[in-house]
């Protein structure tokens, strides 16, 4: 008998949520967003991002987390990497940066 991967779904009241200061868009458009993107990859090459997608329980039912950018669009937890990070360490700094609370003392373990 084969199994497939085992998926944990945890209840939304297993946390505590709050609010964060909203992240606009850097770029006013779409040639300055791709105009940036140029210089950065001139000076660090490839870039490399890493995303995450977690999984909450809510009235008995599975729920994708999605975090809301601006007004315009949602996109998974996650981002670009530090250059010569590795994947998982860049996926906890990621998590850390946009979903806990912003307190030095309070810092998740996240089980990646």
């Known amino acids: 008998m084969l199994s497939g991967p085992v998926v ?19 770029d006013t458009s779409v040639a300055d967003r791709l105009a940036r993107m140029k210089v950065n990859y001139l000076k660090e090459g490839m870039r490399t991002s890493v995303e995450a997608i977690l999984l909450v329980q809510e009235h008995n ?8 950018i601006g007004n315009t669009f949602c996109k998974l937890p ?12 860049g996926l906890k700094r990621k998590l850390s940066s946009k979903l806990a609370a ?7 373990d996240w089980q990646v």
């Open 61 to 68: 039912h599975p729920h994708i987390l999605l975090l809301q």
């Open 8 to 26: 944990n779904a945890y209840p939304l009241s297993s946390y505590t949520f709050g609010t964060k200061e909203p992240k606009m868009e850097k």
């Open 78 to 89: 996650g981002g670009r990497l530090k250059p010569g990070e590795n994947e998982i360490e």
């Open 102 to 108: 912003n307190s030095s003392t309070l810092q998740p």
